[in-house]
């Protein structure tokens, strides 16, 4: 059983959905990240997904987009990431951890070594940003080589051709996106991903994360009861670390999130 069907397994016997936190590797240096990693699984977070520094991350909005130049300007480079992803992964052995980055980083170190490194580092999953579904078979092949998760983003409004090949060439989980756009935390938070949810399932996708603008425990609340398996958030917890924020304070913004997973009766004790 993979990090990740165990992890589901445990949330749905609890009764709950699954919470995970995403953290630009090596912000804002590579030691303060460290202490930062550890404390999302402090937090309470079921996964992590992490981002390696790159210059031009398309997807990302101006939070995250910082955070990567503030790891850049503290000279980690993909070699520093990898380190620590393995450090993370000796501290942390049972977590799922996945690794959100965009083409140019796996393109300069080959797909295929890309995948063995990520998966020598322990890395469970890997999500390539700005891959179209119709470019994504080299990606799965090497990931399945590797022996790691290729996750692929969904929205509602992807042709069913292309979640058919999210369905075929995926595992481990499906990124949904929570609404068009970059990442970046959003107060206005509309949800109608029911339709996307059910031919995700009658296609045999992987379980259903919605991501992209959660930033508070009713969100994530509404994004389960919405029908996904899980939520994850990123700008939040980033925007911690940009303004100083210290270890516990992030795990205490995690513990927050995390309660939105929990059923209403357990989420008031």
Same mark, same amino acid.
């Given at each position: 059983?993979?990090?990740?069907?165990?992890?589901?397994?445990? $949330?749905?016997? &609890?009764?709950?959905?699954?919470?995970?936190?995403?953290?630009?590797?090596?912000?804002?240096?590579?030691? &303060?990240?460290?202490?930062?990693?550890?404390?999302?699984?402090?937090?309470?977070?079921?996964?992590?997904? +992490?981002? /390696?520094?790159?210059?031009?991350?398309? =997807?990302?909005?101006?939070?995250?987009?910082?955070?990567?130049? *503030?790891?850049?300007?503290?000279?980690?480079?993909?070699?520093? $990431?990898?380190?620590?992803?393995?450090?993370?992964? *000796? &501290?942390?052995?049972?977590?799922?951890?996945?690794? #959100?980055?965009?083409?140019?980083?796996?393109?300069?170190?080959?797909?295929?070594?890309? !995948?063995?490194?990520? =998966?020598?580092?322990?890395?469970?999953? +890997?999500?390539?940003?700005?891959?179209?579904? #119709?470019?994504?078979?080299?990606?799965?092949?090497?990931?399945?080589?590797?022996?790691?998760?290729?996750?692929?983003?969904?929205?509602?409004?992807?042709?069913?051709?292309? #979640?058919? *090949?999210?369905?075929?060439?995926?595992?481990?989980?499906?990124? $949904?996106?929570?609404?068009?756009?970059?990442?970046?935390?959003?107060?206005?938070?509309?949800?109608?991903?029911?339709?996307?949810?059910?031919?995700?399932?009658?296609?045999?996708?992987?379980?259903?994360?919605?991501?992209?603008?959660?930033?508070?425990?009713?969100?994530? *609340?509404?994004? /389960?009861?919405?029908?996904? =398996?899980? !939520?994850?958030?990123?700008?939040?917890?980033?925007?911690?670390?940009?303004?100083?924020? $210290?270890?516990?304070?992030?795990?205490?913004?995690?513990?927050?999130?995390?309660?939105?997973? +929990?059923?209403?009766? !357990?989420?008031?004790?």
């Amino acid at each position: 059983m993979t990090r990740y069907a165990a992890m589901f397994e445990r $949330c749905v016997s &609890r009764g709950e959905g699954a919470f995970g936190g995403f953290l630009m590797i090596g912000d804002p240096d590579a030691e &303060r990240s460290e202490a930062l990693l550890d404390a999302l699984v402090e937090g309470g977070v079921d996964m992590v997904e +992490l981002g /390696i520094p790159f210059s031009d991350p398309v =997807a990302d909005g101006p939070v995250v987009q910082a955070a990567g130049q *503030r790891a850049l300007e503290a000279g980690v480079r993909t070699a520093d $990431c990898l380190r620590i992803l393995a450090a993370f992964r *000796r &501290r942390h052995p049972a977590i799922p951890v996945g690794i #959100l980055t965009y083409a140019n980083i796996v393109a300069a170190r080959g797909i295929e070594g890309f !995948a063995r490194e990520l =998966a020598d580092a322990g890395v469970d999953s +890997l999500l390539v940003a700005d891959v179209p579904t #119709l470019e994504a078979e080299p990606y799965a092949a090497a990931a399945r080589a590797a022996g790691i998760d290729l996750v692929m983003i969904a929205a509602p409004n992807t042709p069913r051709p292309a #979640l058919t *090949r999210i369905a075929h060439l995926s595992s481990g989980y499906t990124y $949904c996106v929570a609404r068009p756009g970059v990442t970046g935390a959003r107060a206005d938070l509309v949800l109608d991903h029911q339709a996307l949810f059910a031919t995700l399932h009658e296609l045999g996708a992987p379980p259903p994360i919605v991501g992209f603008g959660i930033s508070s425990s009713e969100q994530v *609340r509404q994004a /389960i009861e919405s029908g996904a =398996a899980g !939520a994850v958030s990123g700008s939040a917890l980033v925007d911690v670390v940009g303004r100083g924020g $210290c270890p516990a304070e992030l795990a205490a913004l995690v513990r927050k999130l995390k309660a939105g997973t +929990l059923p209403a009766e !357990a989420a008031l004790i």
